[in-house]
């Protein structure tokens, strides 16, 4: 079953908007991942936040977690059409934090 | 350096039909995690390996899968006698995952296998 679950399913937005993306979660996490997904093959990884963390940054992105509402937050700032793509969390529990649990994802379309 | 790599690109069998997909880790990446894409399923985890030795394989859907790993390098993930609902794209990652400790995951370009 998935753990995490992203918010909207789908965003179209113009290049140089930003872009925000949420996720919810069910369990408690020692961590959570971001990944971007083009083409509907091979995931990169964005950014890693872990619990004890409330935001972090990386270029143009931005996560936010907040632990005590189980729900984080990708923002994409300044869009291009490159990052078109589908954007998924997964989630790492306490338990076993090897095992990602993915969401079923964002698709994001960036008109130019 | 080298990413992930993963053999064959795509593969289409008949029903009833072996396959055998390959995955090659980043050299050094002592985790390797095998998971599974479907239309219906999502994202899910099928099996981790630490070195050769797989401490969890609960996401293997059934006893028709099976992978190994030999050399703490190369895997490879074993469907018998494949079924139309084991068509998806089949998706390999590896990571440092020394001490114990949670990082990031490397991912394949995956295996599109159609069972037909």
């Known amino acids: 079953s998935q753990q995490g679950e992203e918010d909207p399913q789908a965003l179209s937005i113009q290049e140089g908007e930003n872009a925000t993306m949420n996720c919810s979660y069910k369990?408690?996490?020692?961590?959570l991942q971001w990944y971007r997904q083009n083409s509907g093959r091979g995931l990169v990884h964005l950014i890693l936040?872990?619990?004890?963390?409330r935001e972090k940054h990386s270029g143009r992105l931005r996560v936010t977690l907040d632990t005590s509402k189980k729900s984080s937050s990708l923002l994409i700032t300044a869009s291009r059409a490159a990052d078109t793509a589908s954007y998924f969390c997964?989630?790492?529990?306490?338990?076993?934090?090897?095992?990602?649990?993915f969401g079923a994802g964002t698709t994001v379309t960036v008109r130019a | 350096g080298a990413g992930v790599s993963q053999s064959p690109s795509n593969k289409v069998t008949e029903k009833g039909k072996d396959v055998e997909l390959r995955c090659d880790p980043i050299?050094?990446?002592?985790?390797l995690y095998w998971y599974r894409q479907s239309l219906g399923q999502g994202l899910e985890f099928l099996i981790y390996f630490q070195g050769n030795s797989a401490p969890d394989k609960s996401g293997l859907p059934s006893d028709r899968f099976s992978a190994e790993r030999t050399g703490g390098s190369v895997s490879t993930l074993t469907i018998q006698r494949t079924q139309q609902e084991d068509s998806a794209v089949y998706l390999c990652?590896?990571?440092?995952?020394?001490?114990?400790?949670?990082?990031?995951?490397?991912f394949g370009p995956g295996t599109r296998l159609t069972v037909t």
């Open positions: 936040i872990r619990s004890n963390e």
């Open positions: 997964a989630t790492a529990l306490r338990s076993n934090d090897y095992k990602l649990s």
């Open positions: 369990t408690s996490i020692n961590n």
């Open positions: 990652a590896s990571s440092w995952r020394t001490g114990g400790f949670t990082d990031e995951q490397y």
């Open positions: 050299s050094g990446h002592t985790a």
